[in-house]
């Protein structure tokens, strides 16, 4: 009922809703590269979102060049993210699928209530079944990845990192791509 009603008139600015999920990391690719550059190539983390308010899709990729797709990574994305929110947001619903290396484990459900006291918001967090197929995170993040490779596949711009990639992402395409340091992630991990 709650994803059904999302773009409704229904769905006040009290509430927000967000599915979230990892991408296959970008590989950083040249147009022109030699042999041995196709063994030893850099890659991009990229965290997907689609958050659902005030009736309208918001779609965020973070980028990170730390490839750690664990549980300390996702409280640091989802405390980002709320920041994000307009302040008249009271309750989020969190939709993810279950792997219990990332999103499905006692670390995430523990920290959902110092996430709650840090930002006055209740949260509910659903998670999908397994092998549940493809959703709008995924459509997000591959037009994304679509639209740097081919602006470095016609030599447009150099995609070497986080930094670059989202330089580029944000010359290509509209989404809202923002790339996160690990020095960043550390200070969002101190909601525990």
């Not at 809703?17 to 990892?22: G, I, L, N, P």
């Not at 030699?34 to 850099?42: E, F, M, T, V």
């Amino acid at each position: 009922m709650e994803r059904e009603s999302v773009g409704s008139e229904d769905f006040g600015q009290t509430h927000a809703m967000m599915q979230v999920d990892f991408s296959e990391n970008y590989t950083c690719i040249f147009q022109d590269e030699i042999l041995s550059a196709h063994w030893k190539q850099d890659k991009v983390s990229l965290f997907t979102a689609a958050i659902w308010f005030d009736r309208k899709l918001h779609s965020k990729v973070i980028a990170l060049d730390n490839l750690d797709h664990g549980k300390d990574t996702v409280v640091a994305y989802v405390d980002y993210l709320l920041y994000t929110l307009p302040a008249t947001v009271k309750t989020f619903s969190v939709w993810s699928d279950g792997p219990s290396s990332q999103f499905k484990n006692k670390f995430i459900t523990a920290v959902i209530k110092a996430l709650e006291d840090k930002h006055q918001i209740n949260i509910k967090w659903t998670y999908f079944a397994t092998s549940h197929g493809k959703g709008p995170v995924d459509g997000i993040v591959g037009s994304v990845k679509r639209q740097v490779w081919t602006a470095a596949s016609r030599r447009t711009s150099l995609v070497t990192d986080a930094t670059s990639f989202t330089a580029t992402a944000k010359k290509v395409c509209n989404v809202d791509v923002v790339e996160m340091t690990s020095d960043e992630i550390q200070s969002h991990l101190e909601v525990r």
